[in-house]
């Protein structure tokens, strides 16, 4: 049985090992069925047809293939999604370094406005930031998305920063300080780099977060992926929203799955190192990445 | 706000709207996310490969991506049409925009539910169960008795930190007509333009009203279980 070693179940004795094995067969049967019945519902309502040539052989208004995959996949993620996502995510880091700084500060203020703006901002959907942007700020769309992916992921991302400094051992602090550091160098370049390393899956799984935000530009009419999706299923007709939107769909997920892959091959690595190394904590990361998600950047490479 | 205060039973409308999106896609959500945990954590292989490829599909796809599946693929590829229907319940009307986010938002809250339950049961000792069955407990005395309630203190404060997310979610919908605060925020925006930071201000205070007090609670909690353990 390939079945996880787990807290609820014993290893399986024989009897156990043919009671799986029966379910397996009929789940495995039922499943299957499913599929089967989903497919070929599917196939009678006609979904089957030519509407699919879009993607290979559009017969309308001259377009190819080729305009087709170029308006999607340049037009679409590169020059609208993956565009937000590159200006947003060094925003971020800088902005969430700085939020972190007030957070710890040793002022009460600066950590009262830091605690209320984390809080507000994390409590208001990212849509709102983002109409904001657009009606009063009277900003363009793609300054909007941006206003509003920042602003809520530095308050995201200042938490978990904020959980990884709390996560080091006090000797960190308490040695740099007795170093002769003040406590914004101790900060920036003890502590920081050392949290940015315990979270680092943390804050990949944030940039999936970020960049699934970005379909919500679709919303306030930014041009990206989606918004070329619907542009194309108009222009196409009506039979190939299921083609455009599933497309949609693929693309998305690829993008992201591989991002998650990346945070799982981090994950992996990281904790590697830290056993080969033969100490409870990361080691330090260079002394020169000092700002949040630049230092996440330097690691990758190390 | 003085837009807000003139159109305050619009404001209500759209705060009905979002609570009652929230609360009945969050508690199908939850019912949904936890037997897609149990498929998870099952011995039974073909529910596992569903749940696992149910999570990744559904949490990698972005939500507004998640509506307009519904809303423009779900009759061509089943034939299933979501009903119009017109019923009123606590001041806000059913609509097919309120209709398509329960179950969007159910289906895409529910992915995250299930990681959170699986992660808390996981986080239980496997001593505790060993011990429970060595006892001679049942396999369900020891999930009810022994396991759960144990997962139950792990699993409180992420859970409420999904909820929150799902709470903002809702906004989603008001790209595909269902009036809820933003789209009240909106509208009202459109027609007082001279009002528009004060009824930001006020929709902003109104999410806030539900949100805070949730994410605070969680804070709480998990100090308080950091420190039980």
């Not at chain 2, 319940?89 to 329960?102: D, E, S």
């Not at chain 2, 595909?176 to 205070?205: H, K």
Request: hydrophobic share 55%; net charge positive; with cysteine.
């Amino acid at each position: 049985m390939s079945a996880p070693k787990h807290v609820l179940f014993d290893v399986p004795g024989p009897k156990a090992i043919l009671r799986d094995k029966i379910y397996t067969g009929v789940f495995s049967v039922v499943m299957v069925g499913l599929l089967v019945l989903l497919v070929y519902t599917a196939y009678a309502r006609g979904i089957f047809d030519d509407r699919w040539q879009v993607l290979w052989d559009p017969q309308r208004g001259g377009q190819t293939a080729a305009d087709v995959w170029h308006s999607m996949l340049v037009r679409g993620l590169l020059l609208g999604t993956l565009k937000a996502v590159v200006i947003a995510v060094p925003i971020v880091a800088v902005t969430a370094t700085i939020l972190v700084i007030a957070r710890v500060s040793a002022k009460r203020l600066m950590r009262a406005i830091a605690y209320l703006f984390t809080h507000i901002f994390r409590g208001i959907p990212v849509l709102l930031t983002m109409y904001f942007g657009v009606i009063a700020l009277n900003l363009s769309p793609l300054v909007s998305v941006v206003l509003g992916l920042a602003v809520y992921n530095t308050a995201v991302v200042a938490e978990i920063l904020r959980a990884g400094i709390a996560a080091l051992p006090k000797g960190q602090r308490e040695a740099g300080l007795s170093l002769g550091l003040r406590p914004l160098p101790v900060l920036l370049r003890i502590e920081l780099p050392q949290a940015v390393r315990i979270m680092l899956p943390a804050l990949v799984s944030q940039i999936v977060v970020l960049l699934k935000d970005t379909s919500l530009g679709f919303i306030i009419a930014y041009y990206e992926l989606l918004t070329v999706t619907k542009n194309n299923y108009n222009y196409f007709g009506e039979v190939t929203t299921v083609v455009f939107v599933l497309t949609a769909a693929v693309i998305y997920v690829s993008v992201n799955m591989a991002v998650s892959r990346l945070a799982h091959w981090l994950e992996g690595r990281l904790s590697r190192t830290r056993a080969s190394a033969g100490v409870g904590e990361a080691p330090v990361a260079p002394p020169g990445s000092v700002t949040a998600l630049g230092a996440g950047y330097a690691g990758t490479g190390a | 706000m003085g837009a807000l205060v003139a159109n305050a039973d619009l404001l209500w409308q759209g705060f009905a709207a979002t609570l009652l999106i929230a609360v009945v896609a969050g508690v199908l959500a939850f019912a949904w996310g936890v037997v897609l945990a149990a498929f998870r954590i099952s011995p039974v292989g073909p529910l596992r490969t569903f749940g696992t490829a149910y999570i990744n599909v559904v949490r990698n796809t972005p939500l507004t991506v998640v509506f307009l599946f519904l809303g423009g693929t779900t009759s061509a590829l089943v034939g299933i049409v979501i009903p119009v229907s017109r019923n009123t319940y606590f001041g806000v009307t059913i609509n097919n925009g309120i209709l398509f986010a329960i179950v969007a938002l159910t289906l895409y809250t529910a992915t995250f539910v299930c990681e959170v339950v699986r992660s808390g049961i996981n986080s239980v000792e496997v001593g505790q169960a060993e011990a429970a069955r060595s006892m001679g407990l049942t396999f369900g005395q020891t999930l009810i008795q022994v396991v759960l309630p144990q997962a139950f203190r792990s699993v409180v404060p992420p859970l409420i930190n999904v909820f929150v997310a799902h709470i903002k979610n809702t906004s989603v919908a008001a790209g595909f007509a269902a009036t809820e605060l933003v789209a009240v925020a909106n509208r009202l925006s459109n027609a007082n333009p001279g009002d528009v930071f004060g009824i930001f201000m006020g929709i902003g205070v109104a999410y806030l009203a539900i949100t805070i007090p949730l994410s605070v609670a969680a804070e709480q909690l998990e100090k308080k279980v950091a420190v039980a353990r």
